[in-house]
């Protein structure tokens, strides 16, 4: 691979890595490249099982995996994390198991939400990890809540609460930067802008040049980040969670984003997309940046790359296989957790009923 590719190269020396990451900066970009390679290979493999008709939906996060694989490494396990659409990635960085994720994704009896979430919505309370909602933006202001309550409670952590472009017209986004604002709580925002709310480009849907201006308007600060570049991702999510740790008002980073497949697998962005876009997201390709960059810089020896695309083949094919060996949720599980073990009758006259 070389600049020949036409792929936008990082603009960094080897010393400016070093200075931007910290001490084992070469440890870091290795270990993210690692996610890196087992994001895209999950992303290929659950889109082809989509169109088999082996899972339901899947939506990819291909062209994220900077932003996602920085925000894993960065999060302390006292934070918590409240996703967009695309972030299951920073769970699994931050620990969840691939296989609990994959059983997630078949709905089966090894789900831990037993079916009842449709595929890449996971709830994963092990690593603070909210489920997401597909209405837009209402995870924004649930994470200026938790943030609040984590204040109250001087509990330590930040929380991080991911969207999309789009997220920044609905109501969730002005009332939870608001309420930030007034309230000074340790929360960062983090919209990843891959410039298509599902097929309405970002230009068509807000006046604002830079969607990280619209902090100002709630007294935060905001910055736009080159959301394809592992290192300027890592950086800015450093320096912002490493403010807000030390009492720092919340903050908004935009990362500006080449989405690279399709919305989601009932998505034909064919019918409105320019015929360019794939080949501008294709020089934009995180992990291809990343993977040049160390190349050129001798940190990715002969061999490596394929020793670990071959361990994410596997890890994923095995996380797979084990899920499809395994039975759906039982129908009694039906109403697990979602009623009282005891109380007054689901159904009856309401009359004489107790609710103790």
């Not at 200026?144 to 204040?151: E, I, K, L, P």
């Not at 800015?236 to 980073?253: H, K, N, T, V, Y």
């Amino acid at each position: 691979m070389s600049e020949s590719s036409g792929l936008v190269p990082l603009p960094y020396s080897p010393s400016e890595v070093e200075a931007l990451l910290g001490e084992g900066g070469a440890r870091t970009l290795l270990s993210a490249y690692r996610w890196m390679v087992l994001a895209r290979t999950l992303d290929a493999r659950m889109q082809a099982l989509q169109r088999q008709g082996r899972v339901g939906f899947y939506g990819a996060a291909t062209g994220q995996e900077a932003v996602n694989v920085a925000a894993g490494l960065l999060s302390a396990p006292e934070d918590w994390v409240f996703p967009g659409l695309r972030e299951q990635l920073v769970a699994l960085v931050r620990g969840h198991p691939l296989p609990t994720y994959v059983h997630h994704l078949f709905g089966d009896a090894l789900d831990p939400a037993l079916g009842r979430n449709m595929p890449c919505h996971p709830s994963a309370r092990d690593v603070h990890y909210v489920s997401m909602s597909s209405v837009i933006g209402t995870q924004i202001s649930q994470a200026v809540g938790v943030a609040q309550a984590m204040r109250l409670r001087r509990a330590a952590g930040v929380v991080l609460a991911f969207f999309g472009d789009g997220a920044t017209s609905s109501n969730d986004f002005h009332a939870g930067l608001n309420f930030a604002g007034v309230l000074k709580v340790p929360v960062l925002f983090c919209c990843t802008n891959n410039q298509w709310a599902i097929s309405v480009p970002v230009e068509h849907q807000s006046a604002v040049r830079q969607l990280s201006d619209k902090a100002r308007a709630y007294g935060l600060l905001g910055h736009r980040v080159d959301g394809t570049d592992f290192v300027a991702s890592y950086a800015a999510l450093s320096g912002a969670l490493g403010r807000l740790r030390d009492g720092a008002p919340p903050e908004l980073l935009e990362f500006l984003l080449y989405r690279m497949t399709p919305h989601s697998s009932s998505d034909d962005p064919g019918r409105y997309q320019p015929p360019d876009w794939a080949e501008r997201a294709r020089r934009h390709d995180p992990v291809a940046r990343l993977e040049l960059w160390m190349s050129e810089n001798g940190l990715l020896a002969a061999g490596v790359r394929e020793e670990l695309v071959s361990a994410a083949e596997a890890s994923v094919r095995a996380a797979i296989e084990a899920a499809e060996a395994t039975a759906l949720p039982a129908e009694s599980t039906l109403t697990e957790d979602i009623y009282a073990p005891r109380g007054p009758k689901l159904m009856g006259s309401g009359r004489g009923t107790e609710t103790g």
